[in-house]
């Protein structure tokens, strides 16, 4: 069985940090690209990064560019995301998925069940 499980999350200070981390089981993520979504209530879910599948392009939307940066070690089926100058704004629950393409914009059809983050102010 196909399996994302998050991690990471949890309630931070304005300005903080948090790294989540993403585990799959199941299947090797060698072959695909992944991404991290995010969404907070009352609104649509919010792509904000992806890694390609050997981990060297990627991308990030306008909303976190330069304050998070995803990463990848496919020697342990793990992606990350690493999440500085938290704002308030960033609360959410955060999802990683894989894509069935190694490249970025993904398809991305297997998702993990997600972990909330809260940045207070």
């Known amino acids: 069985q196909l399996q994302l499980v998050e991690s990471g999350g949890g309630l931070v200070q304005f300005g903080g940090s948090l790294r989540l981390s993403c585990v799959a089981s199941?299947?090797?993520?060698?072959?695909?690209?992944m991404g991290w979504f995010r969404q907070a209530p009352g609104k649509e879910r919010e792509g904000i990064s992806c890694?390609?599948?050997?981990?060297?392009?990627?991308n990030y939307a306008d909303s976190v560019k330069g304050r998070f940066t995803i990463s990848r070690d496919n020697a342990k089926n793990t992606v990350y995301l690493q999440m500085n100058s938290l704002k308030p704004e960033d609360t959410a629950v955060y999802y990683c998925?894989?894509?069935?393409?190694?490249?970025?914009?993904?398809?991305?059809?297997?998702w993990g069940q997600g972990t909330q983050v809260t940045v207070s102010s």
């Open positions: 199941g299947f090797t993520l060698d072959y695909y690209a």
């Open positions: 890694i390609s599948s050997s981990g060297i392009r990627t």
């Open positions: 998925a894989a894509s069935s393409t190694p490249r970025c914009p993904g398809a991305f059809g297997s």
